[in-house]
């Protein structure tokens, strides 16, 4: 290394403009985050594992497609967070502009989970209420109102509970938009300096 | 300031940041403009000293950042 190469390094050690420690700050948070949303998983992960206990303890076709079928859903909701936070987890850079490109591409993640919920919780609900009245009618348990009446409820207590995450997600959606609108207003601003 | 135009000082300060502490701290005086005298000063150790890890230091940084002698 010559002389002049130790110039050309200081020059750009001296250009080198610190990374706001506030951004730094507020990456490392949605970092957190974002392991905590592989937590999440749990509560889908659980649902799983009740449907294999089911068809172990009920061996039947209706208990053994719930099963299978949930688990489908499982793995692909996981490939999909997995896929969707592969190059996430930091800066490209330790720059202002990688911290700013990197909570952009965070922000519109979290919005393509949100419409991935949107997708994805109401057709695994239904699939399980379908496969709840295969497997009660198989075994010929609905034949009261009353049994009915109890199905029913048991749907409309599975959909409130889908539709108050999913109101959940569409404030979480709004307050990600509008800061990836912050976001990139200021990454056009860095863009142009 | 473009992530393009930003990424070669972004390299070299993330190399820096890997060097071992002794010789990130002979690195980075050097290139905050201090002289031999003045790092040996700040960091205690002889002048010879200060050359000879700034040498490593250099030769570290060079293989991080793939430049070829």
Redesign the interface.
């Known amino acids: ?1 010559t002389d002049d ?2 110039e050309i ?2 020059r ?6 610190a990374v706001p420690i506030d951004l730094i700050r507020k990456v490392e948070r949605q970092t957190i985050y974002m392991r905590f949303g592989y937590l999440a998983l749990f509560f889908p992960g659980s649902v799983g594992v009740g449907a294999v206990v089911l068809a172990v303890l009920m061996p039947s076709l209706p208990t053994m497609v719930l099963a299978v079928g949930v688990w489908a859903f499982l793995i692909i909701i996981a490939l999909m967070q997995i896929k969707a936070s592969k190059s996430l987890w930091a800066p ?7 911290y700013v ?1 990197l909570s952009v591409r965070r922000c519109r993640a979290q919005l393509k989970a949100v419409r991935l919920y949107y997708l994805v919780a109401p057709l695994l609900t239904i699939f399980i209420m379908a496969v709840q009245y295969w497997f009660l009618a198989s075994y010929d348990v609905l034949k009261t109102s009353r049994d009915i009446a109890w199905m029913v409820g048991a749907w409309v207590y599975a959909s409130a509970i889908m539709a108050f995450v999913g109101l959940l997600m569409r404030r979480w959606g709004k307050k990600v938009r509008v800061e990836l609108s912050y976001l990139e207003n200021l990454q056009r601003r ?2 142009e ?1 | 300031m473009s992530l393009a135009r930003d990424q070669q000082e972004a390299r070299l300060f993330e190399a820096i940041h890997r060097l071992p502490l002794d010789y990130r701290q002979v690195m980075t005086l050097t290139l905050e403009g201090m002289s031999y005298s003045e790092i040996a000063e700040v960091l205690g150790i002889g002048e010879s000293n200060v050359g000879a890890r700034l040498s490593r230091a250099r030769q570290m940084l060079r293989d991080l950042l793939g430049v070829h002698s």
């Open positions: 290394m190469e130790l390094w200081r750009q050690w001296r250009g080198q403009p490209t850079t330790e720059s202002t502009a990688a490109d860095l863009g300096d």
